[in-house]
């Protein structure tokens, strides 16, 4: 999904199909999570994170002007009756507020679309819920820790074309 503005250049969304795109994706969350949230490293990254076939689970990046800012993935391993799980949304600190969340969150939800679900749903980071909110999610259950931060489940449906 292309953004141009002459102000802040042309932002770009695609599914990473390459180790060296993935890098940069895991680059992007090493700085949000890691450095900035104090995520231990070896908690971030995990089995889902691979291009390899057969991984259950689909990686988008957003660059803006070729370069790195944003990025998130939807885990396709799902029982029956539930919904694909949005994880790992991540927008590097100096590119926050210009829509680039949004960017990557329409991207996964038109994959889900495309794979047939009707729903997606995510475990949100405390302060984050606002911006889940604008997008239509609904909070469900109590509050959880996840790597040592407060979530709680969101689910948001999606509608048909």
Same mark, same amino acid.
């Given at each position: 999904?292309?953004? $141009?503005?002459?102000? !802040?250049?042309?932002? *770009?969304?695609? !599914?990473?199909?390459?180790?060296?795109?993935?890098?940069? &994706? @895991?680059?992007?969350?090493?700085? =949000?999570?890691?450095?900035?949230?104090?995520?231990?490293?070896? !908690?971030?990254?995990? +089995?889902?994170?691979?291009?390899?076939?057969? *991984?259950?689970?689909? /990686?988008? @990046?957003?660059?803006?002007?070729?370069?790195?800012?944003?990025?998130?993935?939807? @885990?396709?391993? =799902? /029982?029956?009756?539930? /919904?694909? /799980?949005?994880? #790992?949304?991540?927008? %590097?600190?100096?590119?926050?507020? +210009?829509?680039?969340?949004?960017?990557?969150? !329409?991207? @996964?939800?038109?994959? &889900?679309?495309?794979?047939?679900? #009707?729903?997606?749903?995510?475990?949100?980071?405390?302060?984050?819920?606002?911006?889940?909110?604008?997008?239509?999610?609904?909070?469900?259950?109590?509050?959880?820790?996840?790597?040592?931060?407060?979530? #709680?489940?969101?689910? %948001? $449906? %999606?509608?048909?074309?």
């Amino acid at each position: 999904m292309p953004h $141009d503005s002459a102000a !802040e250049g042309r932002l *770009t969304v695609t !599914e990473i199909t390459t180790p060296e795109a993935l890098a940069e &994706a @895991l680059s992007v969350r090493m700085r =949000v999570f890691v450095e900035e949230q104090g995520v231990p490293a070896n !908690e971030e990254v995990d +089995r889902y994170d691979s291009v390899e076939p057969g *991984t259950p689970a689909v /990686h988008v @990046l957003a660059r803006l002007d070729g370069v790195a800012v944003a990025t998130a993935r939807l @885990l396709l391993d =799902v /029982h029956a009756g539930e /919904h694909p /799980h949005i994880g #790992r949304v991540a927008v %590097l600190a100096e590119h926050r507020g +210009r829509h680039f969340g949004v960017a990557v969150m !329409e991207a @996964l939800h038109a994959e &889900a679309r495309r794979r047939g679900s #009707r729903g997606v749903t995510l475990a949100a980071q405390l302060h984050a819920i606002p911006f889940y909110e604008r997008q239509g999610y609904v909070a469900r259950g109590p509050v959880f820790l996840d790597a040592g931060i407060e979530h #709680r489940d969101m689910d %948001l $449906d %999606l509608p048909g074309d």
